[in-house]
């Protein structure tokens, strides 16, 4: 197996043993992001783009990348981004494979280092199917921060098609999923939310 094969996720929760709790505004509480004016001029100009192409890969490249980036300036550059890159964890467990998307709190672009967040695109523009991947991907990235010695407390994943954003939290072997959905009209909230665990990261740092 890969990440890619943890389609349902009923199945991503059996075969990692792991419980489900599903939680209403589970993400309310963290303090929203204003977007830079560079970010709203850039998806005044893709969004309508990407809706008329309608392919995973312009919703990827025109939507959810910006987004991200917007992120990784947010911590001045200090965050690495990486797109369709391998990372291979644990074979036995089938968390092998490419990640659409990984957020890493160091700024190396040579390779990926832990602390990690990791985003799946939405296939065929349904959330549902990429929620199992999404867990596989935070279990393995669990396993990479520890044993890096970098284990986090809570590993955090999203699932968005571009205009829609699904996020969820793993807290040992307790996957958290938000009811909520947000739309990317809901930027602020979203950009927030993927900034959080990097916050949280950087202030222990310097604490």
Not at 6 to 35: C, G, M, N, R
Not at 150 to 174: C, D, H
Request: proline share 3%; net charge negative; charged share 20%.
């Amino acid at each position: 197996m890969s990440y890619s094969d943890f389609k349902p996720i009923d199945q991503a929760i059996a075969i990692l043993e792991l419980t489900v709790e599903d939680i209403s505004h589970l993400f309310s509480h963290i303090a929203p992001i204003e977007p830079s004016h560079r970010l709203k001029e850039t998806l005044d100009e893709t969004l309508d783009l990407a809706a008329s192409i309608s392919t995973k890969k312009a919703r990827s490249e025109l939507i959810i990348t910006p987004v991200l980036l917007e992120v990784r300036r947010k911590f001045n550059n200090k965050i690495g981004y990486f797109s369709g890159n391998t990372f291979n964890v644990d074979e036995s467990k089938g968390l092998t494979g490419a990640c659409d998307f990984i957020l890493s709190a160091s700024k190396n672009q040579s390779l990926v280092t832990a602390p990690v967040l990791t985003l799946v695109e939405a296939k065929d523009n349904d959330i549902r199917i990429g929620l199992g991947q999404c867990v596989a991907q935070m279990v393995a990235a669990q396993i990479f921060n520890a044993r890096k010695d970098r284990e986090q407390p809570v590993i955090y994943g999203a699932v968005s098609t571009g205009t829609n954003w699904k996020f969820i939290m793993l807290e040992n072997q307790t996957v958290k999923i938000d009811f909520t959905e947000y739309f990317i009209t809901q930027l602020n909230q979203i950009l927030g939310i993927l900034a959080e665990p990097f916050r949280i990261y950087f202030e222990g740092a310097i604490a």
